[in-house]
């Protein structure tokens, strides 16, 4: 009657081999019922516990999903992760999250951690565009633990995507610029070897040319997602021989910075210069100014990734799902670009 | 030459239990020198790969560290959590993150989660202070797994802690009101059940009487920390018959709320009310009129209970460490308390 007995406890007991026990606990087909039976039964006599993880091992199943995102502190990935939650707790699912701060070394690790702490399923908003990481995730795949990507996607085969119509939002954005009366349009991109960074870029770029402005390469600058960059790409904005009259970030916190910077050189918003951002981020709105944005439906997108999983664990005869889920983003015009009162 | 070679293949192909080759690729001492080399050998030949977590199962060593926090949208938790990986990243340890939404089931549910996903350890911030999740954690602390405490805390035998002054970090906050010539300060509450809580409520308290000023029960009001909840508090208290010269609100989002009604209805911040917040959010920082606010050292506390944690790592001898790690919040003068100018 020990408290912690083993495999190899029940096997001594019935004298037969840890090997049969372990499958007769497992409900492997090659044992015979009558063994099963006696294998559970003397289990229970012995106060046996079965380890829930090394369950887990065996039977593939740990109700574990891993969400990998570049960082939790934006409200964007928290929406998501919150989204991926509500609909993966009604179906009993525990989440897991990790962050990679940007970092590949950091993506590959968290990816091998998932697979060694046994996830049923990989969710993940991808950090950078190198293959380095493809090896991992089809590993993955290999070991049929399925993987979804939302928002920041690749294109691996069997892996589905779950994202928003970046170009489109771009494109709209660009649009209402333009119907403000601006035609000098500066754009603050993010690493366009990201996808959405891209397509984001290209919308911007199509919109100008489909309403005859010329596409200037000196009024794109590269930024980071943060505050700082928004300030220097103002200020190298504000030194150009033709100054813009409105700055169009794809990213809430570039635009942020450029704002701040506008400011301090005493350029009035809407009326000098209209500024846009992408994110939706809620200081976008708590601000006296409210900054225009584009929502990219998080909470709407977190469920989306985890409908997906789900219908690929319930496809059990295996077939290959592979699905591309685009969302619109939704563009909210605030202050920070009303030069024309309705 | 399987490349699935499992320790029944290595056992059949030596002739001995799978005891005792599991025992040998263990290190177990019981099993000879010799038995252990010609098992090694033999699986390495056979291309047996040892499962990395069927590994920690036995070795109680996954690297893996469990962090959780009642959510990760605020830039408290996730400066925290950002303290926490810088620290332990360093030391080989990954990181793992769940979020309770304030939910206590929830919290019990990730404990046992991470138990069963074999972490080294937990750090967390408790949801709420009913003694349900005391047992798990309890058996967190049976299976020899660290638990700290960050930020909310619960006074359990054999959990260190690691917190702010957040009695001294109100206290200094309300005698700064005082200071602007302030005397009818309301105090906007978190739930008092949270030490946390407990705490600012009576550095606030104090500072009051020791400043000869009458404690006023219809001064206080409880809030979740939200921006709605400040909105509807400020509401109350505008309504009062002696109106709050200040108002002092345990969370930034609700001090946020508080001054768009204030705003709305016409009072000038700070020269007919002053406004002071708790957690240095970023968009205190943002906002046109600037929020002061205390911070919370979120970086400096994440590091402290990472720290901790090692140190109950390290300690090999099995002494019960506790620890009591106290750090000192800051007050941020900002604009919306700054009556008079220095």
Known sequence: MSPKA?????????????ATVSRALNNNPKISKSTCDLVMATATKMNYKQNKLAQALKSGKSHNIGVIVPRINTNFFASVIR??????????????????????????????????????????????????NDRVIEKALEKRVPVVFFDRKKNIEGVSTVTINDFGAAYTTTKHIIEQGCSKIAYLTGDRSLEIYENRFNGYKQALIDNGIEFKDE?????????????????????????????????DFAALGAIKELKEQGYKIPEDVCVVGFGNEPFTEFMELSISSVDQCSVAMGKAAAQVF??????????????????????????????IKS
Request: proline letters at 1%; hydrophobic letters at 35%.
């Open 83 to 132: 989204g991926i939650e509500e609909e993966l707790y009604s179906h009993k699912y525990n989440v897991i999250i990790c962050q990679t701060h940007e970092d590949e070394k950091r993506e590959i690790e968290n990816i091998n951690m998932l697979l060694n702490a046994q996830v049923d399923g990989i969710l993940m908003s991808v950090s950078n565009m190198t293959s380095e």
């Open 6 to 18: 083993t495999i190899y406890d029940i096997a001594k007991e019935l004298n037969i081999s840890a």
């Open 219 to 251: 009024y794109v600058i590269k930024i980071k997602s943060s505050v700082e960059d928004g300030h220097s790409a103002a200020k190298k904005l504000l030194k150009l021989k033709v100054k813009p009259d409105a700055i169009f970030s794809a990213s």
């Open 310 to 339: 789900l219908e690929q664990v319930k496809n059990k005869d295996g077939a290959k799902i592979e699905k591309k889920v685009v969302l619109n983003g939704e563009l909210l015009i605030r202050n920070s670009s009303s030069k």
